[in-house]
């Protein structure tokens, strides 16, 4: 590539490229573009780049590049755009990125970049995206003298001091800024004349809504998120983007009172995390996405808010309503992706209204006090992938048929009143829970052998070349509201914890705290990406199968409390990751394993089990001592070191002298044939004297 030298353009993005970046590239003298983004080079950006005095963009981002960025004051006199995101690269920000005379757009987001941003001298800059690094101190002043800026971006760095905010008055086009998550603290009395319509404030240390907002007529989205904001939105916000404000996030303050929404075209409003009361507010027609959650409103949800047809993500979890829940959700179901109702007091049945075309992918009614049975009217709700029934008053048997939804990843319908068997009756063709990552059913009625067929069907727990998914965490999203993770509550390792994100490699049974009985299926064995195995409490007999030791990726297994008998088996001790293990309460016997992980399990994980032994207990298990000399083996394999100590016993009767020689003879060599013949002649001519003593008692007993 490096012999091309009239190259000026050279574009392999996405190419599927790895290795370093060729050093040979440095002799493509009137190279002018460069982009080598999104592959998987790796390595340092080579110091021969800095011949490259022509080139106009430079674009190496989405790739594993390691190392600072070279430097030298003179270099890239030419440079337009520079794109360097999504890296390994650290170091401080070069020299010559301050200097650059034509440098519009610097992105150097998402790497690891330290230091102090210094004063930029250049006056052409457009677009400065530094966010996601580790850059700390003061913001350069020069900023103010950035004309042509029109987004800056330097969020999640740990950036410090205080900002007035007015030093962004005297840029005309700057549209976007955004400083969230640093250690700023950022103050104005003066209202703003420039004209944003992107600000994002984040974890700023706001105490108010600031004034400046007050001149930002054209602002579209605004985020005052994890500030210290307490009262109410006061009266002059409705001036605030009255027109034109689609997204408004001010969670995680401390705000108590909402009147009304005078925003005409919002999408998007998230006012989660607060300590606002009274009933429910009703959002405008326009709403995509309607976030509330842990507040304390209360009362019942007006029907009326199923008159916003666009609604898309509802989250009303963690409050104190009330009531039934409105029969008219089931309409929206063209529309209503998320629905969480999670944490409320809601009574009643499950609205049995859902319409085909149902949209639902996260249905979560946890933690209320629902009753009756399940409504069939869920399976309209084909896209469903996470159903959280919960904590509630469920009163039905097992509902087999949800197990035909096609993209269901997690189930959860613990502590409920439910009851029966898991038997499947229904022809082996039909599809069960193939999806399924998560499957909590603890805390029920349910009795009968464990769902042999459904452990056989989790073919999303088994490691067929599995391939990772696409995204890291379970939710929905989009260019609106970005992204939406789905949570859960769980036991996990002896504890209760909520996980604010789903893991999609996050694999869980829980069937404890029932009444099942039988033994514990061979076919669990299959199960080998499987996080979490909880089945105590139960009635289950017979012994732990050997094929949990299959399951490699196992973190916590738990079969306390059932009446389990046997051995715990040795392959146990192989699983890597096992860091909870409790079998208390069974009738196992037998040594513990030793090594490895169960080194560091404590004995409240074996208490109940008379019969085991060995650490951590205090039985000791009985060891077998060695056999009699005379009991040779028929190969000669008995212990050298045993076989030494009984020939110096046995000097006593030769002398001490001959005896110990004997011994340490034995010990050094082995065991002589002569020294074996010797031996046994003793033994024989002891036995021949017994036996004439014996013949002569028995003569005497006789007369």
């Known amino acids: ?16 490229l790895s290795g370093p970046v060729p050093i040979s590239l440095g002799n493509l003298l009137q190279l002018t573009y460069l982009d080598l983004s999104g592959n998987k080079l790796s390595g340092q950006i080579p110091l021969s780049i800095l011949n490259l005095t022509q080139l106009e963009y430079l674009e190496i981002s989405n790739n594993c590049l390691e190392g600072s960025i070279p430097d030298d004051v003179t270099a890239f006199p030419n440079l337009i755009s520079l794109a360097l ?19 519009k757009t610097i992105d150097l987001s998402q790497n690891q970049f330290s230091g102090h941003i210094k004063e930029f001298q250049s006056k052409s800059l457009e677009l400065i995206r530094l966010e996601n690094n580790k850059l700390q101190g003061p913001l350069p002043s020069s900023i103010s003298q950035l004309l042509n800026l ?50 994002f404030l984040s974890s700023c240390n706001l105490s108010e809504f600031p004034q400046f907002l007050k001149g930002l007529k054209s602002l579209e989205s605004l985020d005052l998120s994890c500030n210290k904001i307490e009262g109410k939105i006061p009266q002059w916000m409705q001036e605030v983007g009255n027109g034109s404000l689609t997204y408004l996030n001010v969670s995680h303050n401390s705000l108590t009172e909402v009147e009304h929404f005078p925003w005409k075209n919002i999408a998007v409003l998230d006012l989660s995390s607060n300590l606002i009361r009274g009933n429910l507010p009703i959002p405008a027609s326009t709403i995509d996405v309607f976030l509330i959650s842990n507040n304390s409103f209360n009362g019942e949800v007006s029907s009326v ?15 104190n309503l009330s ?18 109702l999670k944490k409320n007091k809601f009574y009643g049945t499950i609205p049995p209204t859902f319409a085909k075309g149902c949209r639902l992918s996260n249905f979560n009614l946890n933690g209320n006090l629902l009753e009756g049975p399940l409504t069939p009217s869920i399976l309209n709700c084909n896209g469903l992938e996470v159903l959280d029934l919960g904590n509630n008053k469920i009163n039905d048997t097992f509902p087999h048929w949800l197990g035909s939804l096609p993209y269901l990843q997690v189930l959860v319908l613990k502590s409920n009143h439910m009851h029966g068997s898991l038997r499947v009756n229904s022809p082996k063709s039909s599809p069960f829970f193939s999806k399924i990552q998560n499957f909590d059913l603890s805390s029920n009625y349910f009795s009968g052998p464990l769902p042999v067929r459904y452990i056989n069907s989790f073919k999303a727990i088994i490691n067929l070349k599995k391939k990772g998914s696409a995204r890291p965490y379970m939710g929905v999203g989009d260019y609106t509201s970005g992204f ?26 829980d069937l404890s705290n029932n009444q099942f009985e039988g033994e514990i299926p061979k076919v669990i064995g299959k199960l080998n990406l499987l996080k979490g195995l909880n089945l105590s409490h139960n009635n289950l007999n017979g012994g732990i199968p050997t094929s949990i030791g299959n399951l490699t990726n196992l973190e916590w297994l738990d079969l306390s409390s059932n009446r389990l008998s046997g051995t715990i088996p040795n392959r146990l001790a192989d ?50 001592e060695p056999a009699p000399l005379n009991v040779l083996e028929k190969d000669g394999s008995k212990s050298n070191i045993a076989f030494g100590w009984k020939v110096v016993l046995i000097g006593y009767g030769c002398g001490v002298v001959f005896g110990m020689f004997v011994g340490y003879v034995v010990f050094q060599t082995g065991k002589p044939k002569w020294l074996v013949n010797l031996v046994e002649n003793q033994h ?4 021949r004297r017994k036996s004439k003593k014996g013949n002569r008692s028995s003569r005497r007993r006789r007369i």
Request: proline share 4%.
């Open 323 to 340: 009531g039934t829940i409105p029969q008219c959700f089931g309409n929206l179901s063209n529309s209503l992706e998320f629905l969480n």
């Open 150 to 199: 029109t987004g800056l971006s330097l969020s999640s760095n740990t950036l410090s001091g205080v900002i007035e905010f007015s030093m962004f008055s005297n840029l005309p086009n700057l549209k976007y800024l955004d400083l969230s998550y640093n250690s700023l603290s950022l103050t104005s009395n003066t209202t703003s004349t420039i004209n944003l319509t992107r600000l």
């Open 575 to 624: 699983l890597p990751f096992l860091s909870s293990f409790n079998i208390s309460e069974n009738q196992l016997h037998g040594q513990i394993p030793q090594g490895k992980q169960f080194n560091t399990f404590g004995n409240e994980s074996y208490e109940g089990n008379k019969g085991l032994c060995g650490f951590p207990v205090s039985k000791g298990c009985n060891i077998i």
């Open 305 to 319: 808010i199923c008159n916003v047809t666009s609604l898309r993500i509802l989250d009303l979890s963690h409050n």
């Open 484 to 509: 939406y993770a789905y949570s859960i509550g769980i036991i996990m390792k002896g504890k209760y914890m909520e996980l604010v994100k789903i893991f999609t490699m996050w694999m869980i049974i």
């Open 684 to 687: 024989e001519k002891r036995r």
């Open 85 to 103: 995101s999504d890296n390994l690269l650290n170091g401080t920000l070069p020299s010559w990125l301050y200097a650059a005379p034509s440098l």
């Open 1 to 16: 590539m490096g012999n091309l030298v009239s190259l000026k353009f050279l574009d392999l993005s996405f190419s599927d």
